[in-house]
């Protein structure tokens, strides 16, 4: 069973900055193409960002540019830095196999609030 955690979350004003990390339990990570995704109240989860195991990333189009997301293998831990963060970037962060579903079982996430 994967275990999944995130940590980095908090509340920043618009413009600011966030860095979240999601350390998985075993070593499989390091095949799989990861992903950040986000739930905000009221709607879906979506795919945020992915990053294979070699490096090669995508992101959703709003938040190019502004979001990067990165990856150490020897930790088995995904990164996902936010910038010029944005009211609607507010949501509840996991990290989870990019290419899903199937998932592995979610994390609690990370709650990210940007507000002034």
């Known amino acids: 069973q994967v275990q999944l955690v995130e940590s980095g979350g908090g509340l920043v004003q618009p413009g600011g900055s966030l860095r979240l990390s999601c350390t998985a339990s075993v070593s499989i990570f390091r095949n799989a193409i990861m992903g950040w995704y986000r739930q905000a109240p009221g709607k879906q989860r979506e795919l945020v960002a992915s990053c294979t195991s070699g490096g090669r990333t995508n992101y959703l189009e709003s938040v190019k540019d502004r979001f990067t997301i990165s990856r150490d293998n020897a930790k088995n831990t995904v990164y996902l830095q936010m910038n010029s963060l944005k009211p609607e970037d507010t949501a509840v962060y996991y990290c989870?196999?990019?290419?899903?579903?199937?998932?592995?079982?979610w994390g609690q996430g990370t709650q990210v609030t940007v507000s002034s």
């Open positions: 989870n196999i990019g290419t899903g579903p199937p998932f592995w079982s």
